[in-house]
């Protein structure tokens, strides 16, 4: 018995210090399992068995799959379908928005979709006219339901499969969720849709997010004026095979000024030998009819990819600074200047308030470089610090180019493990970890991308409140607490104890992690199932249902928090929209899932 006060004040006191939230939820999950551990609740290896457990593996594997999907622009090119075929048409626009936040939330996350499509939602907001308040709510209440279409779509539905494979030894199917989750989807766009205008808010956000979209024809008034830029390949059978690079430094024959900017070979380094060959890139710049003029008389390739000639899916461009007390001050640049790296070009050099130099000049402290090169070499050589640099051109990939060139491997990759997860041919883990080690070998993401795309406050708190939820069912706890609610509840049916389990769970997803809210209530669930004869995968998917609506306060989930500063939001807007779509869970959570898991096994 002593066992079971002590796991209970520590749960307790795991809960008042998630609600109070002054500590990194971190250092709670952590130390509840020294806790445990200290009071000898645990041993050492369960202490620390989370840590090696499957689950945390798989979810890890799952944030580099979403963030190579990120990567390699699909999310990207989902945005400019919305724009493409939403029109100014508000239901169009909202149906169309909340399916693809929902979808994208099945196979990347809650907070990885609403983050990859916040900025793409404002910017649409913006240019429609309309304010984002009445966009992102809608948008990540959307992403909560589609959490629930397939068992990628959150890290509580894989906690939901290890429980029922533990406790009946058959687990829930990948598309098995999207029996709940695709109602919730369809009720919430309808309640959207309906109540929407009259519970949303109308507010201005103070600042909105910096929209790339049209950043190479901003670049190209800003550094060239009137003067277009284009890449010209050329092919083997071009008359300029073998000639001079001189031969085209000033070409006026029809009426206007061609300069060549630089000349590349067929690896993206600058070319040396002083003649062309077969594959060389030149970048040239000039009045746009004189480059259509000199690529048809010189038999060259236009890249029709590119936007403005200085975007496309294998090169893009980036704007620097030279930053104060560069060791680049004092040197010389000029349009055409290979960096000491040899993989960038100077396409621009401008001086502070000055035209841009189409010659060579002294580089002084403030100065901007519009430089030009492989996406790789960019991100690479631009981490410098003689430059201050003024966007990523990671950012500027990503919001510019749909389908870039590691698309293709992505979506190939994340289909076989979509097949892989649904046929149950290896377990849940493996196929996450083996479709995450294909996106670094096939280089969707760079080793440093998949770092930096765990989210280590997720994978730390569900290693750590591994041990807890381990405590809660070893020591009778889980057994006694449902005993109480059975009491409790237990005369009005398996219908009132579903509601019993829907309340619980949805009140303590409003204030905690519903990660950590499912570790605390999947072993008391299964406690009430065993103690009142209901099916087990019934009271696992009321569970299920409940974490997922965490909807009436900000701090419920970060895709909530996202949202908040960009649609200028209050704490209490939230409670208005979420009780309407609280009740459409409730239904879904009580009513329906008995129809789909009957209560009686």
């Known amino acids: 018995m002593t066992d079971v006060v002590v796991t209970l004040l520590v749960l307790v006191v795991v809960i008042a210090a998630f609600v109070w939230n002054r500590l990194p939820v971190e250092v709670v999950a952590l130390g509840a399992a020294l806790a445990l551990y200290g009071t000898g609740i645990v041993g050492l290896e369960d202490t620390f068995a989370g840590f090696g457990s499957g689950t945390v593996v798989l979810i890890a594997a799952l944030f580099v799959v979403a963030e190579a999907i990120d990567a390699a622009g699909v999310t990207t090119w989902l945005g400019s379908l919305l724009i493409r075929f939403s029109g100014t048409s508000r239901t169009r626009l909202m149906v169309l928005m909340m399916v693809l936040t929902a979808l994208l939330t099945a196979l990347i996350s809650v907070n990885g979709a609403v983050a990859a499509l916040l900025p793409m939602v404002v910017v649409l907001a913006v240019r429609l006219g309309r304010r984002p308040s009445e966009l992102l709510m809608p948008m990540a209440f959307a992403a909560h339901a589609g959490s629930l279409l397939i068992l990628t779509g959150s890290p509580v539905n894989i906690l939901i499969l290890n429980a029922a494979l533990d406790t009946t030894g058959t687990g829930i199917g990948f598309f098995e969720f999207g029996l709940v989750g695709l109602p919730l989807l369809l009720g919430t766009i309808g309640l959207a849709l309906w109540l929407g205008p009259s519970l949303l808010p109308s507010r201005t956000p103070e600042a909105l997010p910096k929209d790339l979209g049209s950043h190479g024809k901003t670049l190209m008034t800003h550094y ?36 060549l900017i630089s000349v590349q070979g067929p690896d993206g380094k600058q070319s040396t030998n002083g003649t062309f060959e077969p594959g060389d890139e030149i970048v040239v710049r000039g009045g746009q009819p004189i480059i259509d003029a000199f690529a048809a008389k010189h038999g060259l390739m236009q890249d029709d990819d590119a936007t403005c000639g200085l ?187 579903l509601v019993g389990l829907f309340v619980v769970t949805a009140v303590l997803g409003q204030l905690i992690s519903n990660t950590a809210t499912a570790l605390i209530i999947i072993p008391i669930a299964l406690s009430v199932a065993q103690e009142s004869s209901i099916n087990p995968y019934a009271v696992l998917m009321c569970v299920s249902v409940a974490s997922s609506a965490a909807l009436l306060t900000p701090v419920a989930t970060p895709a909530n928090m996202m949202i908040m500063q960009p649609a200028g939001y209050r704490f209490g807007d939230y409670w208005k929209f979420g009780l309407a779509i609280m009740a459409l869970y409730a239904a879904v959570a009580i009513l329906l899932v008995p129809v789909f898991w009957p209560l009686q096994a």
């Open 224 to 259: 060239l004026g009137e003067d277009g830029l284009s890449r010209l390949t050329i092919p083997s059978g071009s008359v300029l095979v073998g000639q001079p690079v001189a031969c085209i430094q000033e070409d006026d024959d029809d009426g206007g000024h061609l300069h």
């Open 311 to 497: 975007i496309s899916s294998s090169y893009g461009v980036a704007e620097v600074v030279v930053a104060p007390r560069s060791n680049l001050v004092g040197t010389e640049a000029y349009p055409g200047m290979v960096t000491d790296s040899g993989a960038l070009v100077v396409l621009a050099h401008q001086h502070p308030g000055e035209p841009e130099s189409s010659g060579r000049s002294r580089v002084t402290a403030g100065d901007r470089l519009l430089l030009q090169g492989t996406w790789s070499a960019l991100d690479q050589h631009t981490l410098d610090h003689n430059v201050l640099l003024v966007d990523s051109p990671d950012t500027i990939r990503r919001q510019t180019v749909p389908l870039g060139p590691r698309a293709t491997p992505a979506l190939i990759v994340l289909g076989v493990m979509v097949v892989l997860l649904a046929t149950n041919i290896v377990p849940a883990p493996i196929a996450a970890l083996l479709a995450a080690l294909a996106m670094v070998v096939l280089r969707v993401v760079t080793v440093k991308q998949a770092h930096q795309s765990m989210a280590w406050t997720t994978l730390i708190l569900v290693a750590g409140m591994i041990p807890l939820s381990t405590a809660i069912t070893s020591t009778g706890t889980a057994e006694i607490l449902a005993e109480g609610m059975v009491s409790v509840v237990g005369n009005g049916g398996h219908l009132l104890l």
